[in-house]
């Protein structure tokens, strides 16, 4: 027979440290995502080289994610091709992470646990032997158009480290619009082909 536990209780605390574990990935990569919306400012800010109340006074009848978006666009209408094209790739990636953030914060939670083994055998009554050695996961299911999509926390690390490098990226493109060039320290940050025509 598998191998049973006579406690439900037993290695509860491990199962607790992955519960706290997982949600804190789920707040890291919603907090994470926040911080990549809030950085849209200063791209548009650094687009003009205009100052900040007045980028601020401007992008913020923008509500929408879209909106700002075609705000940036337009204010690097008058940048070089590499520069747009360095945006384009932003863009689309940001959008990517805003429609896993909007999984992340509006699915629900699904934890799998220990099962329960009951015996059946005894002409009809069913009888509880124990449970089942623990595994504990969390995942997140979400319904969407195309289906139910599943986070675990393997796909949450990937996400963390995915905004991770869309934050840096978006460095590397605010500080070439500053002025056209890119400090050395920030010169891995994204290796990206348009970078070094994107400098003036």
């Not at 009809?124 to 623990?134: Q, T």
């Not at 840096?168 to 500080?175: C, Q, S």
């Not at 060039?181 to 970078?195: G, I, M, N, Q, Y």
Request: with cysteine; aromatic share 8%.
């Amino acid at each position: 027979m598998r191998e049973l536990f006579n406690n439900e209780d037993d290695d509860i605390d491990t199962m607790q440290q992955k519960q706290l574990r997982f949600y804190a990935l789920v707040g890291i990569c919603i907090s994470d995502y926040q911080s990549i919306e809030d950085r849209l400012e200063s791209i548009f800010k650094a687009s003009l080289r205009i100052e900040a109340d007045a980028a601020h006074g401007m992008f913020s009848i923008a509500k929408s994610l879209e909106d700002r978006c075609r705000m940036i666009t337009a204010a690097l209408m008058t940048r070089n091709i590499n520069i747009q094209g360095l945006w384009d790739d932003l863009k689309k990636r940001i959008k990517l992470s805003a429609d896993n953030r909007n999984q992340i914060a509006h699915a629900s939670s699904v934890f799998v646990g220990r099962g329960i083994v009951i015996d059946t055998s005894a002409e009809g009554k069913f009888k509880l032997l124990g449970y089942k050695k623990p595994h504990s996961e969390m995942k997140l299911e979400k319904k969407t158009k195309s289906g139910v999509v599943q986070w675990d926390a393997n796909m949450l690390r990937a996400e963390r480290e995915s905004l991770e490098e869309l934050s840096r990226n978006i460095t590397v493109l605010v500080r070439i619009l500053v002025d056209g060039t890119l400090e050395s320290r920030f010169a891995d940050w994204w290796k990206h082909p348009l970078v070094e025509g994107a400098m003036e």
